[in-house]
């Protein structure tokens, strides 16, 4: 096997290789970049942005656990791969489920969505509430680009993360009972 001088090849083959990295890499990234949007931006999380910050944090911590436990026995880094896998997916799943939201493809919690407004309150009491808090709403893009908002950028970058984490480690394993 000859290792490629193409440096994008040798960055594939090396977390092919090493896939519990990029799970790290990308979550820490994607963290940075929506804390980024938040304090540099001005763009405030909504309750759905933060499931997918909780999952991000999680496969960080797990990918890092995992990481770190190179060396032990075999069923604890088993079982914080496996535990990693499991989180991209449940990121791919709050992202996706976030952005269907904002697309109005489903409905999303009365809590955060215009749906869930009382359409009785009083004048009063809205502008009273608007004043004490600003109302984030998971069903309103607040920023896109080309049609694809940030929960739309999280769900394709993690679903693409999640199915080549998992074709490495499941390659890893064919790889190690034959």
């Known amino acids: 096997m000859t290792i490629s001088k193409n440096p994008f090849m040798r960055l594939i083959c090396f977390f092919w290789c090493n896939p ?3 799970a790290a890499l990308m979550s820490l990234s994607l963290l940075l970049g929506a804390y980024g ?3 540099i931006g001005g763009y405030e999380p ?3 942005c933060w499931s997918q910050r909780y999952a991000h944090l999680a496969i960080l911590l797990l990918s890092l656990m995992a990481i770190a436990l190179k060396k032990a026995p075999n069923p ?7 535990a990693t896998v499991i989180a991209l997916y449940v990121s791919v799943v709050a992202a996706g489920y976030h952005g269907g939201v904002e697309q109005k ?3 999303g919690p009365n809590t955060c969505t215009s749906s869930g407004i009382d359409q009785n309150a009083d004048m009063e009491s809205l502008f009273d509430n608007m004043m004490n808090k600003k109302i984030l709403m998971c069903d309103e893009i607040p920023w896109q680009i080309f049609g694809i908002s940030i929960a739309g950028f999280n769900f394709l970058i993690s679903l ?3 199915l080549f984490v998992s074709g490495a480690v499941i390659s890893t394993i064919r790889k190690n009972h034959d």
């Open 105 to 107: 493809w489903w409905k």
């Open 20 to 22: 519990l990295y990029l």
């Open 76 to 82: 604890f880094r088993i079982i914080f791969t496996a």
């Open 160 to 162: 693409a993360v999640a």
């Open 46 to 48: 909504c309750a759905l």
């Open 37 to 39: 949007f938040q304090y």
